[in-house]
């Protein structure tokens, strides 16, 4: 179910479609990862206006495209001048998530063993993606941070999920010795216009 009509949208679909027709997770992500960044590299879609703006003291999730199809989703993500996400999960989902404009920085971790109600994590990666850039995330190595670095310029970034995510688990430090306590976070969405 198409949310939003822009130029190149048919693209964009089809090469998700392509690539969700894989025989496997891996073979889906590295299908999806290079045809985003072909896609955004190439200027053939023109994303609507209103993913470039941002919102109040948060992040911004639009969503593009539902597939009834195939179940994933396309959202894309504003992010404002120092705006970032805690360290989360993407409650067992793959996703591709690429640049559109300005810069991210992803920091992946993976989970250690808990202790008692608490988590550890150790960062294990980090790095500055820019425009026409793009990773994936395969559970069960699907913890990570986002955050728009720059000072005053907005970052843009498209999400492919393999379903509809609409919660996370997202991991707060709590005391020392890289702890964290997990809490359930409903994801809402903002609207598309």
């Known amino acids: 179910m198409l949310t939003m009509e822009f130029p190149g949208c048919d693209k964009l679909i089809d090469?998700?479609?392509?690539?969700?027709?894989?025989?496997?997770?891996?073979?889906?992500?590295?299908?999806?990862?290079?045809?985003?960044?072909?896609?955004?590299?190439?200027?053939?879609?023109t994303l609507p206006e209103c993913v470039f703006e941002t919102a109040e003291n948060r992040y911004a999730r639009r969503e593009l495209y539902h597939s009834d199809d195939h179940g994933y989703?396309?959202?894309?993500?504003?992010w404002g001048p120092g705006q970032?996400?805690?360290?989360?999960?993407?409650?067992?989902?793959?996703c591709v998530e690429g640049v559109w404009s300005g810069s991210?920085?992803?920091?992946?971790?993976?989970?250690?063993a808990d202790?008692?109600?608490?988590?550890?994590?150790?960062?294990?990666g980090s790095i500055q993606a820019g425009p026409g850039s793009a990773?994936?995330?395969?559970?069960?190595?699907?913890?990570?941070t986002i955050r728009n670095p720059s000072d005053d310029t907005v970052a843009v970034s498209l999400h492919i999920y393999s379903g509809n995510m609409t919660h996370c688990a997202t991991f707060q430090p709590k005391g020392q010795d890289d702890c964290y306590e997990r809490t359930d976070r409903q994801l809402s969405l903002d609207?598309?216009?």
């Open 115 to 124: 202790k008692g109600d608490l988590c550890q994590f150790q960062p294990v």
């Open 15 to 45: 090469a998700i479609d392509a690539a969700v027709s894989k025989s496997t997770t891996p073979a889906i992500t590295d299908s999806l990862r290079n045809s985003l960044c072909k896609l955004i590299r190439s200027k053939e879609i």
């Open 135 to 144: 990773g994936s995330l395969i559970p069960p190595h699907e913890y990570h």
């Open 84 to 94: 970032g996400t805690p360290i989360h999960d993407h409650c067992g989902m793959w």
């Open 191 to 193: 609207p598309v216009h």
């Open 73 to 78: 989703c396309v959202v894309a993500m504003t």
């Open 104 to 112: 991210l920085e992803v920091v992946q971790y993976e989970r250690l």
